[in-house]
């Protein structure tokens, strides 16, 4: 038998390529198929199954190139309807794989199709446990991404606990928990940082496995919840209608256009730019217009967050990295690339072409001109960040709401943004100067850097409205 986590740290989503006797399956694998098909060729195993634990909301799933590419057979639990070939199967079906078996946990909750799925190894005895969005290390799925299908949070929620108690909890405390997701996912409110436990640590530790009774289990992992991301629907909806081959979205969008062609397309309503290079070097110039989204950041997520997946997307990237980019946007639905700049940035000062800046200040310096009489200053954390404490005098507003929502600051006064460490801080800056605000200064370096300067910071007791 073989297990082998395959995670991407840009969407904290982990897949997994498991294997006995010439056999594999994978379990919930992201829309490029190479990874797990040269896996299995350098094992010479042939791939049968492609386990999906639930329609996913937060990336496009690769399950159906993969299937297509290898003659797999697509898995999923209880309920499940897709608008492609799949198999449904039944709460405690079996699947053989090699010399081990497969079994499936329905456990609806975090959505009503979503299963786990049990490894037996070779003497029938559990082993681990493929957990999806059910159960993380430290947290549970989030019960609020099935609301549309007429459940409250709430019963999704009692739904969850139910089926953790029923077929988690009850499972022996040796069986090695492997989650869908790690620290920095969406798809839950305090995901922890390793890459698996047991189930004996989660009963120990885990806030919502601790919970007395199924009334507090509903508060406690109801309370706090963010808005979820906008993709996520999208996402949801793609997994479970189908999408095109990843090949075909790879070749239509991969535009190489001249600064000649990539002028006549800016400033158009249904075009959008974005600049994916460091928010450093995109401070010190960049095209009129442009967000910056760095590549080497949460790319895709901040991406699908902000962006109407409508627009057409022309793309400042360092040059080499324009396939990189192309399919980190696929990875999350979005596939309307007009292009990317030839040569990158370099091309378009290389033809004198007009330029915009934003202006950074060290928080030593921030410190020492800010006033908020004569100032705006935003914050652009998330709601929970803010409660450790705000720079007194600061306007709060999640980067979520930036591009759509009115912006409490006079667009008339300089404008100074932070967030927690810098790198959204730049995006809410270039954002606010596509909104228009012509003085917009980015506090490099964000709370973590002001805190060290003596600035008054204000306590929060409550997480205020957004």
Known sequence: MYIEQLYTKCLAEAAYYIESNGEAA??????????YLELAK??????????????HADFVSGHIDLAAKSGAQIVYGPGARAGYEIYTAGDGELFKVGEITIKVLHTPGHTLESSCFLLLDENGVPHSIFTGDTLFVGDVGRPDLAVKQDLSREQLAGMLY?????????????????????????CGKAIGGESHSTIGVQKETNYALKASSRDEFIKLVTDGLTEPPKYFFMDA????????????????????????????????????????RDANVFGSGYIRGSINIGLKGSFAVTVGTLVDPDKELLLVCDEGLEQETILRLARVGYEKVGGYLEGGFKAWINEGK???????????????????NESNLLDVRNPDEWIPGIVAGAHLIPLSKLMDDPIPCDSNKTCYIYCASGYRS??????????????VVNVEGGMKMI????????QLTTTPAN
């Not at 991969?254 to 062609?261: E, G, Y």
């Open 26 to 35: 994978i379990i919930d694998p992201l829309r490029e198929t190479a990874p």
């Open 354 to 372: 007009p330029l915009d800046k934003i202006t950074g200040v060290s928080a030593v310096k921030f410190s020492e001109e800010f006033r908020y």
């Open 237 to 276: 909806a793609i997994n479970r209608n189908g999408y095109r081959s990843i090949d075909s979205v790879m070749g239509d969008n991969t535009n190489p256009l001249t600064v000649d062609q990539f002028e006549k397309k800016v400033g158009r309503s249904d075009v959008l730019i974005i600049d994916t």
């Open 451 to 458: 805190k060290t300067t003596g600035v008054a910071i204000k």
């Open 426 to 439: 730049m995006v809410a800056a270039s954002i606010l100067k596509h909104r228009g605000f012509k003085n």
């Open 42 to 55: 350098s094992r010479k195993s042939t791939i049968k199954y492609v386990f999906e634990t639930h329609f």
């Open 162 to 186: 139910d089926s953790l108690e029923s077929k988690i909890k009850t499972l022996p405390s040796y069986v090695v928990v492997y989650p869908g997701h790690g620290a920095g996912s969406a």
